[in-house]
DNA sequence: GTGAAAGCGCTAACAG
DNA sequence: CTGTTAGCGCTTTCAC
């Protein structure tokens, strides 16, 4: 426990050889002779050596650290209760290849720019995982774009690009036609904000679903939230106000589902019988609330696991078999909707 | 945009100065001449240069990047819903103090020491916020006491190591009293781990509320689960099996009240009229289930905010003006208790 | 006010 | 097999 931490040449000094010969030896190169690798391994274990990772890193021109971005304001994201899934499992495919993550936000909206170009070339991280953003930001598109090793969590317009995508418009296509299927016609979208291609996708599935079943689309019906549970809240308040009838919600995530159930008890609107509402995300709230959401399921973890697999293959040069992967979501059937009832 | 990351040679090359000069022109040192500023600056922006931060971080031996560290299985962990809350309060300050963040599972039990050593003494981080863990713990022991810049959170029996606590001893002896206010005199206990200091606190505040009530502790009212909603379920199961008789329940946090409130609706025991509960922690979730759930709250953001600026005082050599901040909690009526209903 | 050069800790090419 | 050494990109003495 000296004062300053020891380095390779305290190692070198203990053992009586040169750096180089400490570092051959601690990576295992077999031409390092058994008893020299001995002789040093020793010396490093009695010193409590443990290698600097800065140096390492200047020399090798690479971290071992990937970077997790999430555009905007963090407080906007960190409200979203599938970040820790999706944290969850990047963080398991990372430790298995020895990788570390860090976090970055970007500070203010203002900022954004610089902070971009900071994480691209401060040669802090290898790669990105890159949350999904507003389709306007220019500055996503610059980082996915800019030949940085970089894996998009959502659906990107050019094909070189590597991402994860969810099935957002297959599921919205599933939630709402479920909602037909039980007879409901007047079908309320509380879409999420429509400057997000998952909100967009969300809506065209909604849309779809209704077209193939010759339901009217009725752009009254349609209200556009920001995912929040206020929003929820809020989009039946207005709706109210408005004497809009409806007899089903298919909401653009949960927490503005949950924020819809709310109000509707509070109102004495009864879920399912008087309304069915299903739910986008499947979020550990969905299943808690009363009645019980419905709701698509999104395997955020799996999600997770998969842009750090597809990054790592990156970085470790072994070719990714698809840029593209899309990964399947489903309808998940509580309460909410009334057709356990049946 | 050359092949290689433009350095601060290329700039000094462009700018027709030393790379020292251009250093400290960058840096804003009043050494430097205005024009060569003008002229390095002007230079810099031409070649898109962003400095090197592993250069810098070798050079200046920090990297102002900071770790979370999160103990054992990663998944215990990222099950709570609060850790949100704790990273978004961390990454405020971080932001404010251009600190990069750096989340830190310990991989597999087995591994923790090598894990908790490398974090410690590879460089890459200048200080942590340790996630409190087992009171068992060796390494956690090892980590906190080394003299590394480390923020704790939760209680330390040492003086000198920083903490940010709760007062988990003060807000589990409100839930019980307040239980006791509503003339609930078999009081149920789901306790988290008790080899975790909130739990032992949690514990004894229960047992101090029940004594100052002059109402007899019994331990077979008393039942150890590990914090997760499956064992607040099986607690109410185990408690009816075993026929023992309460009417009201302090859980040990949020998510055990919540598997506890649902089995108690399978049961057709009627929650607040036959049983009271009130959990800890206040998650988002606690006011979405029905009934609300009545609780303690803890300001997690807060927590991460004042543990992240503690660690902030130390990295810059101000001085931290108390070791130890506990802060304070606070008793959140719902309906769960019954108290409204008065 | 600016340039030259040392050196942070490490690895790898080159010599021997 | 092992030692010597250059150099990753940066900052900061030390000269001039």
Redesign the interface.
Known sequence: MGKG?VTIKDVAKVAGVSTGTVSYALAGDSRINEKTRKLVEEAARKL?Y??????R??RAKK?E?IAFVIPNT??HV??H?Y???L??GI??VL?DHNY??????T?SEKEESKAY??I?????VDGIILSSASIKDRNILRMVESGFPVVYLGKWHHEEVLTVERDDYGGAYEATEHLLQLGRRRIVHIAGPLDHQESIDRLEGYKQALLDHKVLYDASLVIEKDFS?NAGHDAITELMQAKIEFDGIFAGNDLMA?GAL?QLKLLNVHVPRDVSVVGFDDI??AS???PELTTIHQPMREIGRMAAEKLMAVLQNQGVADKRSVVGTHLVVRESCGAKER
Do not use: A, C, W, Y
């Open positions: 931490s409590n443990v290698p600097n990772e800065v140096g890193s200047l971290t650290t963090s407080h960190f409200s209760p970040f820790l899934q944290l969850e963080t398991e430790e570390n993550l860090q976090i970055s936000t500070p170009d900071k691209l070339r401060n040669r802090r549970r949950i709310k550990d709230m808690v609330v009363s």
